[in-house]
């Protein structure tokens, strides 16, 4: 979560899912639509379109989500410490020393972390920290210097301090213990999309209309005021040319409504390049090596953080598997694009797709 300028427009160009936001006419509209950004959470642009009756709704709406963003930005953050903030990285920092008293939305993040991890059999491990942190700085040196691939005995050393079990959450007293003092909490597969969702959640007691891009977590509320029933959201063809420049447009446009997420992971949000090879930063908790069978996986379900958490997990896991996998989890969709182009989805997600009829006025069921 360190602020870097390139990095975060690197990923800005790089993003899975782009609002696709068609044009409504109406005589007297009720509502004007706005367009506003975040720059400054979670390393990525935050894009916000929103529906208000005047320019001061819409100020406050943009202050509060801004606020919101900045907030669990610096609470799940685990690099950097902030004055007078309890975070992920003081829980790291505590590792092996004293359980730490939190704040009630990062317990409940380990905890829904926790319970992803075993949903997920493991493929969600936020305990993850030491060998993830080796794949960032090896990322991170490379974006200036020579690349160069982490030693294999160096990874296996910190997987042996990457057990969910370290973790020891104390719900009485709000706090959080990592027991083994080299294990570390690593959030980056769920915090995005459950901040997100708890954002949503606070606005939408104020505010109805609006649909939240933060990077590839995509987040619906209520229904464009332009005469559209659905929100059309594309999702972009994970094709990149010779330079790692995606060039594939979109794949299909899907219409959500109402209070709906679609999450994408995919290897060419952050990587380096190697040899001729591209290694990415989602890592495959059995070879703790970036797992190369997909390009692109999207996910759809209501809740960002859910889908955040089950887009990591299908990633590493082989197509048939990940149907099958997703076919077990209710309301939940997905569409997989292995690395020969090949598209598979749950015959679910045909429903908001515009490739099997679905348009931006198909009506609510």
Known sequence: MKHNTKRILTLALAVVLTLSLF??????PKYQKYNGTIWDSFDTIISIVSYHENDAQYDAFMKTAQDRYSYYHKLF????????????KTINDNAGIAPVLVEKE???LVKFSIDWHKKTDGKVNVAMGSVLKIWHDVRSYAEFNEPYLPDMAQLEAANAHTSID???LDEANMTVYITDPECSLDLGAVAKGYATELICDELSETYQNFAISAGGNVKVNGSPQDGRTRWGIGIQNPVVDDNYQMVGGNLDLAFLYGNQSLVCS???????????????HLIDPVTLFPKNTYDGVTV????SGVADALSTAIFMLEPQEAIDFMNKIPDAECILVTEDGTVSMTEGFKAYLESCGITSSTPIE
């Open 23 to 28: 044009s409504g006419c109406s005589s007297k």
């Open 77 to 88: 953050d685990i690099y950097n410490s902030y004055p007078d903030m309890v975070n992920a």
């Open 106 to 108: 990062l317990f409940d």
């Open 166 to 168: 370290n973790i020891v």
């Open 266 to 280: 995919g290897g060419y949000q952050r990587f380096f390049v190697y040899k001729e090879n591209r290694y990415h």
């Open 300 to 303: 759809l379900c209501e809740d």
